[in-house]
Protein backbone atom coordinates (compact mmCIF):
# COMPACT_ATOMS: atom_id res chain seq x y z
CA UNK A 1 0.00 0.00 0.00
CA UNK A 2 2.79 2.60 0.81
CA UNK A 3 4.52 1.87 -2.59
CA UNK A 4 1.14 2.27 -4.82
CA UNK A 5 0.54 5.87 -3.09
CA UNK A 6 4.24 6.96 -3.32
CA UNK A 7 4.32 6.82 -6.89
CA UNK A 8 0.69 8.93 -7.49
CA UNK A 9 2.55 11.80 -5.22
CA UNK A 10 5.61 11.37 -7.53
CA UNK A 11 3.60 11.85 -10.67
CA UNK A 12 1.49 14.33 -9.46
CA UNK A 13 5.14 16.52 -8.29
CA UNK A 14 6.18 15.93 -11.83
CA UNK A 15 3.38 17.58 -13.06
CA UNK A 16 3.35 20.39 -11.30
CA UNK A 17 7.17 20.59 -11.77
CA UNK A 18 6.51 20.93 -15.62
CA UNK A 19 3.44 23.45 -15.43
CA UNK A 20 5.43 25.19 -13.73
CA UNK A 21 8.21 25.22 -16.65
CA UNK A 22 5.85 25.65 -19.06
CA UNK A 23 4.41 28.72 -17.23
CA UNK A 24 7.81 30.19 -16.36
CA UNK A 25 9.13 29.46 -19.92
CA UNK A 26 5.58 31.12 -21.29
CA UNK A 27 6.33 34.24 -18.45
CA UNK A 28 9.52 34.48 -20.30
CA UNK A 29 8.73 34.07 -23.56
CA UNK A 30 6.08 36.96 -23.27
CA UNK A 31 8.57 38.98 -21.58
CA UNK A 32 11.13 38.52 -24.23
CA UNK A 33 8.39 39.70 -26.75
CA UNK A 34 7.83 42.76 -24.19
CA UNK A 35 11.03 43.38 -23.82
CA UNK A 36 11.43 43.37 -27.72
CA UNK A 37 8.47 45.40 -28.82
CA UNK A 38 9.26 47.86 -26.32
CA UNK A 39 12.65 48.03 -27.68
CA UNK A 40 11.78 47.54 -31.49
CA UNK A 41 8.77 50.31 -30.23
CA UNK A 42 11.52 52.59 -29.01
CA UNK A 43 13.37 52.48 -31.50
CA UNK A 44 11.04 53.63 -33.81
CA UNK A 45 10.35 55.99 -31.98
CA UNK A 46 13.90 57.95 -32.15
CA UNK A 47 14.15 57.05 -35.61
CA UNK A 48 10.89 58.63 -36.18
CA UNK A 49 11.60 61.31 -34.14
CA UNK A 50 15.46 62.07 -35.76
CA UNK A 51 13.76 62.51 -39.22
CA UNK A 52 11.11 64.46 -38.19
CA UNK A 53 13.59 66.79 -36.38
CA UNK A 54 16.35 66.28 -38.85
CA UNK A 55 13.52 67.45 -41.82
CA UNK A 56 11.68 70.19 -39.78
CA UNK A 57 15.49 71.45 -38.78
CA UNK A 58 15.92 70.89 -43.28
CA UNK A 59 12.79 72.29 -43.98
CA UNK A 60 13.51 75.70 -41.25
CA UNK A 61 16.90 75.99 -42.90
CA UNK A 62 15.74 75.94 -46.42
CA UNK A 63 12.83 78.64 -45.61
CA UNK A 64 15.14 81.29 -43.69
CA UNK A 65 17.84 80.82 -46.73
CA UNK A 66 14.94 80.93 -49.23
CA UNK A 67 13.59 83.81 -47.35
CA UNK A 68 16.70 85.92 -46.59
CA UNK A 69 18.46 85.63 -50.44
CA UNK A 70 16.48 87.73 -52.26
CA UNK A 71 17.01 90.50 -49.53
CA UNK A 72 20.36 90.41 -49.57
CA UNK A 73 20.28 90.68 -53.49
CA UNK A 74 17.86 93.01 -53.34
CA UNK A 75 20.00 95.07 -50.72
CA UNK A 76 23.15 94.24 -53.27
CA UNK A 77 21.74 95.93 -56.22
CA UNK A 78 20.42 98.77 -54.71
CA UNK A 79 24.36 99.48 -52.92
CA UNK A 80 25.53 99.16 -56.39
CA UNK A 81 24.29 102.26 -59.06
CA UNK A 82 23.46 101.66 -62.07
CA UNK A 83 25.95 102.86 -65.15
CA UNK A 84 25.74 103.18 -68.85
CA UNK A 85 26.43 101.05 -70.87
CA UNK A 86 29.02 102.64 -72.75
CA UNK A 87 29.87 106.03 -71.64
CA UNK A 88 31.11 108.51 -74.28
CA UNK A 89 34.95 109.67 -73.86
CA UNK A 90 33.79 112.38 -75.88
CA UNK A 91 30.85 113.98 -74.34
CA UNK A 92 32.52 116.84 -72.82
CA UNK A 93 34.07 117.83 -76.15
CA UNK A 94 30.65 117.67 -77.85
CA UNK A 95 29.09 119.84 -75.71
CA UNK A 96 31.46 122.76 -76.29
CA UNK A 97 31.26 121.83 -79.96
CA UNK A 98 27.42 122.32 -79.66
CA UNK A 99 27.49 125.56 -77.74
CA UNK A 100 29.88 127.28 -80.80
CA UNK A 101 28.11 125.90 -83.64
CA UNK A 102 25.28 127.53 -81.62
CA UNK A 103 26.68 130.75 -81.57
CA UNK A 104 28.46 130.54 -84.92
CA UNK A 105 25.33 129.09 -86.68
CA UNK A 106 27.42 126.58 -88.63
CA UNK A 107 24.12 124.60 -88.86
CA UNK A 108 23.16 126.81 -91.77
CA UNK A 109 26.13 125.47 -93.86
CA UNK A 110 24.03 122.13 -94.24
CA UNK A 111 20.69 123.13 -93.97
CA UNK A 112 20.15 121.98 -90.44
CA UNK A 113 18.48 123.31 -87.60
CA UNK A 114 21.29 121.96 -84.89
CA UNK A 115 18.69 119.73 -83.86
CA UNK A 116 20.24 116.67 -81.40
CA UNK A 117 18.51 113.71 -83.38
CA UNK A 118 18.54 115.10 -86.81
CA UNK A 119 20.49 113.61 -89.64
CA UNK A 120 24.11 114.32 -91.02
CA UNK A 121 25.32 111.62 -93.70
CA UNK A 122 28.77 111.44 -94.68
CA UNK A 123 31.05 108.70 -95.59
CA UNK A 124 33.26 107.44 -93.33
CA UNK A 125 37.20 106.37 -93.74
CA UNK A 126 36.25 103.21 -95.28
CA UNK A 127 33.69 104.90 -97.60
CA UNK A 128 30.45 103.94 -95.88
CA UNK A 129 27.49 106.07 -95.75
CA UNK A 130 27.44 106.74 -92.06
CA UNK A 131 24.50 108.81 -90.48
CA UNK A 132 26.52 110.99 -87.49
CA UNK A 133 23.04 112.45 -86.18
CA UNK A 134 24.06 115.66 -85.69
CA UNK A 135 27.39 117.92 -86.62
CA UNK A 136 29.20 118.02 -83.34
CA UNK A 137 29.20 113.98 -83.82
CA UNK A 138 30.34 114.09 -86.88
CA UNK A 139 33.46 116.83 -86.23
CA UNK A 140 34.59 114.85 -83.22
CA UNK A 141 34.54 111.45 -85.50
CA UNK A 142 36.59 113.59 -88.01
CA UNK A 143 39.17 114.98 -85.96
CA UNK A 144 39.81 111.06 -84.51
CA UNK A 145 40.52 109.95 -87.85
CA UNK A 146 43.09 112.72 -88.73
CA UNK A 147 46.41 111.93 -89.71
CA UNK A 148 47.59 113.47 -86.95
CA UNK A 149 47.62 113.50 -82.75
CA UNK A 150 44.54 115.56 -81.28
CA UNK A 151 46.71 116.59 -78.97
CA UNK A 152 48.30 119.79 -80.51
CA UNK A 153 50.40 121.24 -77.68
CA UNK A 154 50.16 124.18 -75.61
CA UNK A 155 49.35 127.33 -77.66
CA UNK A 156 51.89 130.40 -77.03
CA UNK A 157 49.78 133.11 -79.05
CA UNK A 158 47.60 133.56 -81.36
CA UNK A 159 50.35 133.16 -84.44
CA UNK A 160 51.33 130.01 -82.93
CA UNK A 161 47.49 128.81 -82.85
CA UNK A 162 47.39 129.86 -86.56
CA UNK A 163 50.29 127.52 -86.99
CA UNK A 164 48.71 124.36 -85.47
CA UNK A 165 45.40 125.35 -87.88
CA UNK A 166 47.65 125.22 -90.82
CA UNK A 167 49.13 121.93 -89.62
CA UNK A 168 45.54 120.44 -89.40
CA UNK A 169 44.78 121.83 -92.58
CA UNK A 170 47.88 120.40 -94.41
CA UNK A 171 47.70 116.76 -93.44
CA UNK A 172 43.58 116.61 -93.45
CA UNK A 173 43.45 118.21 -97.05
CA UNK A 174 46.56 118.07 -98.56
CA UNK A 175 49.11 120.42 -100.16
CA UNK A 176 46.86 121.09 -103.21
CA UNK A 177 44.42 122.30 -101.32
CA UNK A 178 47.00 124.76 -99.02
CA UNK A 179 48.34 126.00 -102.49
CA UNK A 180 44.90 127.73 -103.37
CA UNK A 181 44.70 129.02 -99.78
CA UNK A 182 47.52 130.84 -99.87
CA UNK A 183 47.99 131.50 -103.24
CA UNK A 184 48.46 135.34 -104.50
CA UNK A 185 46.85 136.09 -107.91
CA UNK A 186 49.38 137.13 -110.67
CA UNK A 187 46.91 139.36 -113.34
CA UNK A 188 49.91 139.56 -115.55
CA UNK A 189 49.65 143.59 -116.01
CA UNK A 190 51.61 144.39 -113.29
CA UNK A 191 48.88 145.49 -110.44
CA UNK A 192 49.43 144.14 -107.17
CA UNK A 193 46.29 143.01 -105.39
CA UNK A 194 45.94 142.98 -101.74
CA UNK A 195 44.20 140.06 -100.00
CA UNK A 196 41.02 141.18 -98.20
CA UNK A 197 41.49 138.55 -95.26
CA UNK A 198 43.83 136.01 -93.97
CA UNK A 199 43.83 132.82 -95.21
CA UNK A 200 43.57 131.46 -91.80
CA UNK A 201 41.26 133.27 -89.01
CA UNK A 202 40.76 132.36 -85.72
CA UNK A 203 38.30 133.67 -82.88
CA UNK A 204 38.25 132.70 -78.99
CA UNK A 205 34.95 132.39 -77.01
CA UNK A 206 36.74 132.67 -73.17
CA UNK A 207 33.84 130.97 -71.68
CA UNK A 208 34.50 127.91 -73.56
CA UNK A 209 38.71 127.83 -73.40
CA UNK A 210 38.09 127.28 -76.98
CA UNK A 211 39.29 128.62 -80.30
CA UNK A 212 37.05 128.45 -83.49
CA UNK A 213 39.39 128.44 -86.80
CA UNK A 214 38.56 128.77 -90.45
CA UNK A 215 39.97 129.12 -93.70
CA UNK A 216 38.68 131.96 -95.84
CA UNK A 217 37.59 131.88 -99.43
CA UNK A 218 40.61 133.70 -101.67
CA UNK A 219 39.54 137.23 -102.55
CA UNK A 220 41.64 140.24 -102.98
CA UNK A 221 41.74 143.83 -104.37
CA UNK A 222 43.78 146.12 -106.31
CA UNK A 223 46.12 147.75 -104.26
CA UNK A 224 44.99 150.74 -106.06
CA UNK A 225 41.90 150.42 -106.01
CA UNK A 226 41.02 149.65 -109.59
CA UNK A 227 39.99 146.98 -111.81
CA UNK A 228 38.19 143.71 -111.02
CA UNK A 229 37.93 142.32 -107.46
CA UNK A 230 39.03 138.20 -107.54
CA UNK A 231 36.96 135.86 -105.75
CA UNK A 232 38.32 132.51 -105.69
CA UNK A 233 35.93 129.45 -105.92
CA UNK A 234 35.10 128.34 -102.56
CA UNK A 235 35.61 125.20 -101.13
CA UNK A 236 32.26 125.54 -98.94
CA UNK A 237 32.58 125.73 -94.80
CA UNK A 238 35.89 124.52 -93.42
CA UNK A 239 36.09 125.04 -89.61
CA UNK A 240 37.82 123.50 -86.54
CA UNK A 241 38.13 124.12 -82.91
CA UNK A 242 40.74 123.85 -80.94
CA UNK A 243 41.03 124.49 -76.88
CA UNK A 244 42.95 126.75 -75.60
CA UNK A 245 44.34 125.67 -72.14
CA UNK A 246 46.17 122.34 -73.65
CA UNK A 247 45.66 122.86 -77.82
CA UNK A 248 43.41 119.63 -78.09
CA UNK A 249 41.63 119.63 -81.16
CA UNK A 250 38.27 119.40 -79.74
CA UNK A 251 36.71 118.52 -83.25
CA UNK A 252 36.87 119.37 -86.92
CA UNK A 253 34.55 119.75 -90.10
CA UNK A 254 37.50 120.07 -93.21
CA UNK A 255 36.47 116.78 -95.13
CA UNK A 256 32.60 117.26 -95.32
Known amino acids: MRKKLIIPIMLGLCLLASCGQDTKAEKTNDTAVTTTEATTSATDTAAATTIKTTTTAAKTTASITASTAPAATEKATEQQPETEAATDPNEEDKKILKAINVLK ?25 I ?4 LESYMVYEAENLPIDRELGSIADEQDLIEKARYVLLNGKGQEYMDWLEDEPDSGDGAIYI ?6 KAE ?19 EDGTGPHIVAWSEGPRFMCIRGSDGRLLGSCIRY
Open 105 to 129: DSYRYFYMDGTENGTFEHRDTDGDL
Open 131 to 134: DFKN
Open 204 to 222: YYDEYDTWYIYPTSPTWTR
Open 195 to 200: RDNPSV
